[in-house]
Structure formats: C-alpha cells, structure tokens
C-alpha cells in the first residue's frame, strides 16, 4: 500500500505474434504516478506503449507483474481509469454533447444531470455552440477536445491519454497542448500521458519515463524541473532544450541494437528462455 | 446545399432514366400501331391507363390486398431477421449452425415452395406472408449480421473502460453502427418483398393483384395484365422510397455523409 495513485511493479505481456511464436510486448515495467502528478511516457512506436495503457486501463490482464490503483490491487479496473485512445471513437450518430456524456450515461447518471454537468465544461473546452454538431462536422481539434472532455468525464483516479494529439497537423497540435496544460494546472488530476514527441512529453510533464523499443522496458525515468506554468517561450529555454537532448540520446541508446538488426535476426529472448525453460527464438522483422 | 445546384443535381438525375423509359414506351407505341399487332396479344401502352381506370375499383381491390400482405411479411421478416442476425453475431456457434440454413432459406426455389404451402396452409394470407417473408429475411439478416459485425472494436474498448456491461455496449455502440447496413438490407427487402406475395396468389388465392392476374390473362385482357404489373412495380419502389425515407428520418446523422458521398 503506497500513497501513489498508481503503481505499476514488474509488468510483462506477451502476444501471439506471427507464426504463432510468442512476442513480448513489455517486460519488467515498474511506473508511479503521484496524486496530481502528470506523467508522460516517451517511445518509439512499437515499444508496447499502448499494451501498458490496454493493461492499466484493466482492458487486458498482464502475463506478470501488478497494477495498483488507488492502493487497491485486484479486481476489475474497467471503469476506475479514464481512458483517451490514439483515435477520438466519437461515435458519429451522437451530437457532440451526447459523446461526451456517454461515460455519465453507462454509469447511470440521470440524463439531464449528465447533459448539465457537460454543458457547464463546454466553453472551457472550446465547444460552445456545438453541443448539437455530429462529430464529423468538427475540425480535427475540436474533435481532440471533444474526446478529452468525455475523457474527463469519465472521472476515476487516472487519465490515461494515448497519443491524444497524435492526428493533429503541427499547429493545431501546438496550441492543443498549450491549452491542456492550462486545464491541467487548473484541475491537477493525475495523468498518464503517451507520445513519441519529446518536446510534447517535456512540455506537459512533471515526470517522464523513456520506453525502449520491443520488449518495451523503461530505459529511463527523470522529473521534469521546469517551471508552471508552462508557456510556449519554454520550448526554447536552455534547461528545457539540455533535457531534450538528454532524452534523445537516451532514446537513441534504446533502440541502438534494433537499429544495428539486419532484415531479419533471430534473437534470443533470454526473460521467456528462463520463465519457460525451453529457449525461444524470436524474429524481429525490421 | 445550394438550392440552385441542388435541383440541377436532381434534374440531371431523374431526366436519363425518364427519357429512355419514354423512348421505349414510344417505341412500344408504334410498334403496335404500325405493325397492326392485335391488343390482346400486345396492347399499345396508351391502352393501359385506359384500362386501369376502367376497372379502377377492382384494382384499388386487389392492390390493397397484396400490400397487406407484402407490409405484414416486411414486418415478419424485420423482426425475425433482426432476432436472427443479433444471436448469429452474438453467438458464434449459432453463426456456424444458421448461417447455411439461412442461405440455404434464399436458394429454395419459389415456384417449388409456394404450392406446397398452399397445399399446407390453404388459400388465405398465411402463405403468401411466409413466402414475403422467406424473401425478405435473406437480405435483412445478412445486412444486419454484417453491420452488428462491423463495429469499430476500440469504440466497443472504450465503453469497456467506462465500465458499460455487455447490453450497454450492444445499444448504445453496436446496434447503432449496424442501423446503416440494416436498412440498406431492409430497402432490398422491400423492393422484392413483392414478388413473394404475387407468386403465392398467383398459385391459389381469391384476392390480391396476382390473383387479377391470373384471373385476367386467359380472359386476353391483356392491358388489364399490363396495368395490374405496373401497379405491382409501382408498389416495389414505393415501398423502396418509404424505407429510404425511413431511414432519412431516423438516422439525421447519415444525410451529411450520403449528401457527400453524392457529389
């Protein structure tokens, strides 16, 4: 039992990969997150960032290893964890108003209650005067925003955002992040953040983690001593660009074996060699 | 939309069709004319207004039998087909058991199959309904099947992570995202849904538009016969635009993307 609102210790999970050979997503994943604390988690893609977000948000159940949340191990985490995937899933037969209150509405919350308690968070979320818009008619940042506010109204103590601006061009994904990270230092809840931009994980957290490529294991975790609130100027500040090329060489490290991999090269996975007594040859194709 | 572009665009799509079918109805027209073919053998198509309105009230008689009969086997085959495609989805041993059997349900031949239900179920309603029905389910239930199949499995996550329990997850993400593929299933249904009831009367009935038919032909009526399939048309692709307009007022959120797609 620790104070933290999640704990994560030793999580492994493997899939049946192509040819039926076993395929560790991760392995050995040890993460905190601390009430009000906003955490972010840099990789490349296919580091199994996603699997670790499927295995919190208790979508799947890992192979080993524990998931604490608010200090309670076992049982069902489905409903305790606000999950945002990569895509928005607005749901195109449901204004804009009734996707948001979806979470309220599985949860059995009255509707008119439900609709006041989204409607009072629209002007923040910039989506005032689209309550009845279907999704479709909205442009790809208000679509963000539109998820982020479901996300948020799912409530439980944790929001876990899987590349949520991962679709926005450049400047519409700029300005999103500068806007969450002021509702975020206005509400402070605790956040579990995926991106592979550097400069978007540096910027919002307070704590980041670097995932190695598959296995995905953390290769290195620092806190992020820069000053809130955070403005756009940061992005330029000596400190903000020392950690970021700390963080690139550290990712650059982790994938350093991957990179050197001819087309194909049979490894050996020595974890799954030991856990399951027989050696297992995995093919990594590049 | 613009209005102005908007009725170009409706004008360009129902002048092709209008002016080939009066084209050939022209055609038609001086064939018989010029050729003298006799009317009972082939009447000009001047001659089957004439003869709709002659016997209008037996007509209007007839036409409002075979339309119950079409309209109870639409709703026959919607809920029994809508039951059947929900528990092949849901189950997959179902899928594996009924799937063939539905299939199978498509490919009896009709003329086999209709005789024999009279010879079961006698001359009345019974019969034809069922014969609806055997035509109109194939459509619906592999529709539907495939749009109940077709949800996205991350929105189908996402309910999950809210917490929402297998029923909450089937009405409010998978039956909705199956409503689209459902009513393209119930338009085909409706547009043939005709053909059962007319050959269930054409076999053994006392009313509806088959029976006309039937009734008419050896008599050489001939326009009559003309003038009863016409209304038989007719009620197909009104039943076709009913269901199309159905589906436009129950799923607002399909106008924009088919008004799109349209362009």
């Known amino acids: 039992m620790s104070g933290a609102a999640l704990t994560v210790r030793g999580l492994g999970k493997s899939f049946a990969g192509a040819g039926g050979a076993p395929l560790r997503a991760i392995e050995g994943v040890d993460l905190v997150a601390a009430?009000?604390?906003?955490?972010?988690?840099?990789?490349?893609?296919?580091?199994?960032?996603?699997?670790?977000?499927?295995l919190i948000a208790g979508l799947e159940e890992p192979d080993d290893g524990t998931i604490e949340l608010a200090g309670q191990v076992g049982g069902s985490r489905l409903g305790r964890v606000?999950?945002?995937?990569?895509?928005?899933?607005?749901?195109?037969?449901?204004?804009?108003?009734?996707?948001?209150?979806?979470?309220?509405?599985?949860?059995?919350?009255?509707?008119?209650?439900?609709?006041?308690?989204?409607?009072?968070?629209?002007?923040?979320?910039?989506?005032?005067?689209?309550?009845?818009?279907?999704?479709?008619?909205?442009?790809?940042?208000?679509?963000?925003?539109?998820?982020?506010?479901?996300?948020?109204?799912?409530?439980?103590?944790?929001?876990l955002l899987d590349e949520p601006f991962g679709?926005?061009?450049?400047?519409?994904?700029?300005?999103?992040?500068?806007?969450?990270?002021?509702?975020?230092?206005?509400?402070?809840?605790?956040?579990?953040?995926?991106?592979?931009?550097?400069?978007?994980?540096?910027?919002?957290?307070?704590?980041?983690?670097?995932?190695?490529?598959?296995?995905?294991?953390?290769?290195?975790?620092?806190?992020?001593?820069?000053?809130?609130?955070?403005?756009?100027?940061?992005?330029?500040?000596?400190?903000?660009?020392?950690?970021?090329?700390?963080?690139?060489?550290a990712l650059r490290d982790g994938a350093a074996p991957d990179d050197l991999a001819p087309d194909l090269v049979p490894t050996l996975d020595r974890t799954l060699a030991q856990s399951s007594g027989e050696p297992v040859i995995e093919g990594v194709r590049r | 939309m613009n209005t102005r572009a908007g009725s170009a665009t409706l004008l360009w799509r129902w002048v092709p069709p209008l002016a080939l079918l009066a084209l050939l109805l022209l055609g038609w027209e001086l064939t018989v004319r010029l050729g003298e073919i006799a009317p009972w053998l082939l009447p000009p198509p001047s001659a089957i207004p004439a003869a709709i309105i002659a016997d209008a009230g037996d007509l209007?008689?007839?036409?409002?039998?075979?339309?119950?009969?079409?309209?109870?086997?639409?709703?026959?085959?919607?809920?029994?087909?809508i039951v059947t495609a929900v528990a092949i989805a849901f189950f997959p041993l179902l899928e594996r058991a009924l799937y063939p059997l539905v299939v199978a349900s498509q490919s009896v031949p009709l003329p086999v199959l209709a005789p024999l239900l009279i010879i079961f179920l006698g001359y009345g309603i019974v019969p034809k309904i069922l014969l609806?029905?055997?035509?109109?389910?194939?459509?619906?239930?592999?529709?539907?099947?495939?749009?109940?199949?077709?949800?996205?499995?991350?929105?189908?996550?996402?309910?999950?992570?809210?917490?929402?329990?297998?029923?909450?997850?089937?009405?409010?993400?998978?039956?909705p995202s199956a409503l689209p593929l459902f009513f393209s299933g119930l338009r085909v249904a409706a547009a043939v849904s005709v053909i059962g009831a007319v050959f269930g009367e054409l076999i053994g009935a006392s009313a509806g538009l088959g029976y006309y038919i039937r009734h008419?032909?050896?008599?050489?009526?001939?326009?009559?016969?003309?003038?009863?399939?016409?209304?038989?048309m007719l009620l197909g692709i009104a039943l076709f635009v009913v269901v199309r307009a159905a589906e436009w007022v129950l799923l607002p959120w399909r106008r924009r993307l088919a008004e799109r797609s349209r362009v």
């Open chain 1, 167 to 249: 679709a926005l061009d450049a400047l519409t994904r700029s300005r999103m992040q500068e806007w969450l990270v002021g509702v975020w230092e206005r509400e402070r809840r605790t956040t579990l953040f995926i991106t592979h931009d550097v400069d978007e994980a540096i910027f919002l957290a307070d704590r980041l983690y670097v995932m190695t490529p598959r296995p995905g294991r953390i290769a290195l975790t620092t806190t992020v001593d820069l000053p809130r609130p955070r403005t756009p100027e940061l992005l330029t500040a000596p400190a903000f660009v020392a950690l970021k090329a700390r963080l690139l060489r």
């Open chain 2, 216 to 232: 008419e032909t050896p008599l050489f009526h001939t326009a009559a016969v003309y003038g009863a399939t016409i209304i038989l």
């Open chain 1, 82 to 159: 606000a999950y945002m995937p990569q895509k928005d899933l607005l749901l195109p037969w449901r204004t804009t108003l009734d996707n948001v209150i979806l979470p309220l509405e599985v949860r059995g919350v009255r509707h008119e209650e439900a609709r006041r308690q989204a409607l009072a968070l629209f002007p923040q979320f910039g989506l005032a005067g689209f309550e009845g818009a279907y999704p479709q008619t909205l442009s790809g940042g208000m679509r963000s925003r539109a998820a982020f506010l479901r996300t948020v109204l799912a409530g439980g103590v944790l929001l």
């Open chain 2, 60 to 81: 209007l008689r007839h036409t409002l039998v075979t339309l119950q009969e079409v309209l109870l086997g639409l709703v026959v085959s919607t809920l029994l087909g």
């Open chain 1, 35 to 54: 009430p009000g604390e906003f955490v972010t988690i840099i990789g490349p893609s296919g580091c199994g960032k996603s699997t670790l977000f499927n």
């Open chain 2, 132 to 175: 609806v029905t055997l035509i109109c389910f194939f459509p619906i239930v592999v529709n539907t099947v495939d749009g109940l199949h077709s949800v996205d499995r991350d929105a189908v996550n996402l309910l999950r992570t809210f917490g929402a329990t297998r029923w909450q997850i089937f009405v409010k993400v998978r039956w």
